[in-house]
């Protein structure tokens, strides 16, 4: 919704689903976007209409309304009339992506629905030039996680494993890769003590991981314990730890990444933000190679995102995003240099993102008891003709089964629930759990 305000072309999207993870405030009414790993759907394939007739009455039923229809009347033809339209746009793109001008010849098929989800995102986000598309987020989700008994982790971790790298692959053939990041979440963590069946069970804080071609990779952020045992002051019984870095904090510096600034803004996208100081958020200057701001700005408030602190502000919400400078009173002078311009992607790892961390939206790694580790990656210059050039693309990621799971726009591996791709394209993926 930000960056739609601000005049960017965005997109968020769900693979085989309606996430609420990618859909914004009712009141701009940006619509979420279902990437099929099929068919669309097709409507009235056994009426005994003539073509087309029945999708004629179902809008003339629902056209424009009388002054005195009801708000629920009104409601439900608002609701079925975006859906009748995002419908038809899905036929529309499903025909043009099995046109074989975006083919994926060279991304492997397999039976595994991770790869063939990355697939399906990869192949969506090529044709983001047609759909108009600069800024986009995605979100899958990948379940069976929950290892209560058997322990097949070891397994899944090299379906996940194999799907990333068949993803990355491909985004460096898009010249993409340094326009996109995948991050990891779950709903919730894994005990660090096995139960009476050798699994592990619900826990709260966990690890995550990021990979990206324009992350500083090769590192840990947030606290580690200390201690991994019940002398630990965030130990609690069964091996749970005590989450110590918000969720939020990650998502504070891709939200810089793809282009929000200002910490008016920086609150409308994270609402628990203030719950944990500005301080604990980590800024796309600390994830990015080719971030903006650093995590120096965290002891002043900022709140148009102009660079001038609010106390020598003189012009409160300066649009920080125009092409204009800003001089030390915060501004606008033609003069000046813009001091928010598009980063330009520079080549990286990914990083990673350890400790409990907190937050009810998304959940940690199974077990924490090791650090993840980021793989360093490196990738061509993302194409500015579409999708998120020089920004982050987020990806979703797995279920609440609990696991690891890979996501603008809009992912990770291991961990039991969830994860988002723009350009930024923020990517989020993240593991499920029951």
């Known amino acids: 919704d930000v960056l739609r305000r601000q005049g960017y072309h965005t997109s968020a999207n769900a693979v085989d689903d309606k996430s609420l993870f990618v859909k914004g405030t009712p009141y701009y009414n940006n619509p979420s976007w279902t990437v099929s790993t099929g068919s669309p759907y097709v409507l009235d394939r056994f009426s005994s209409m003539e073509p087309g007739e029945m999708m004629s009455l179902i809008k003339q039923m629902n056209g424009v309304g009388q002054s005195d229809n009801s708000l629920f009347g009104e409601t439900w033809s608002d609701v079925l009339a975006q859906s009748l339209f995002e419908m038809d746009e899905q036929e529309k793109l499903h025909e043009a992506l099995n046109s074989g001008e975006f083919d994926m010849n ?26 108009k598309v600069d800024r986009e987020a995605f979100y899958l989700s990948h379940g069976s996680y929950d290892m209560h008994g058997e322990d097949t982790l070891s397994e899944m971790f090299q379906e996940v494993n194999t799907s990333l790298g068949n993803f990355k692959d491909e985004m460096i053939r898009q010249n993409l890769w340094e326009s996109v990041v995948i991050i990891m979440g779950s709903d919730f963590g894994r005990t660090i003590t096995p139960n009476s069946h050798g699994g592990t069970d619900h826990a709260w804080g966990g690890n995550y991981f990021m990979i990206g071609g324009s992350l500083k990779g090769g590192k840990i952020l947030g606290e580690y314990p200390e201690r991994l045992t019940e002398a630990s002051d965030i130990w609690t019984a069964r091996g ?10 990650v998502w504070n510096g891709v939200a810089n990444w793809m282009g929000v600034r200002g910490d008016d803004e920086l609150d409308f996208v994270l609402p628990n933000r203030d719950n944990f100081g500005k301080c604990a958020m980590f800024t796309d200057g600390q994830l990015f190679q080719n ?37 030390l009173s915060g501004c606008l002078h033609p003069t000046l240099q813009p001091t928010g311009a598009t980063p330009s992607p520079v080549t990286t790892a990914a990083p990673v993102t350890t400790a409990p961390v907190s937050t009810p939206t998304l959940a940690p790694v199974p077990a924490p008891t090791s650090a993840p580790s980021l ?31 890979p996501a ?14 723009p350009s930024p394209m923020p990517f989020n993926t993240g593991p499920t759990g029951t």
Do not use: H
Not at 107 to 131: C, H, T, V, W
């Open 106 to 131: 060279d991304y492997p098929e397999s039976e595994d629905d991770l790869n063939a989800d990355f697939r399906a995102i990869a192949q969506y986000i090529k044709s983001r030039g047609m759909r």
């Open 240 to 249: 749970r730890l005590i989450p110590t870095t918000p969720w939020d904090s």
């Open 291 to 327: 971030g903006q701001v650093s995590a120096s700005d965290c002891l002043v408030r900022d709140s148009d995102g102009d660079g001038v602190p609010d106390g020598q502000d003189v012009c409160p919400d300066t649009p920080y995003w125009l092409p204009v400078g800003v001089d």
């Open 375 to 405: 793989q360093p990656t490196s990738a061509p210059v993302p194409d500015p003709t579409s999708a998120p050039v020089p920004d982050p693309t987020l990806a979703p990621s797995p279920d609440p089964t609990p696991a690891p799971s």
């Open 408 to 421: 603008p726009t809009e992912a990770p591996v291991p961990a039991p629930t969830e994860a988002p791709v």
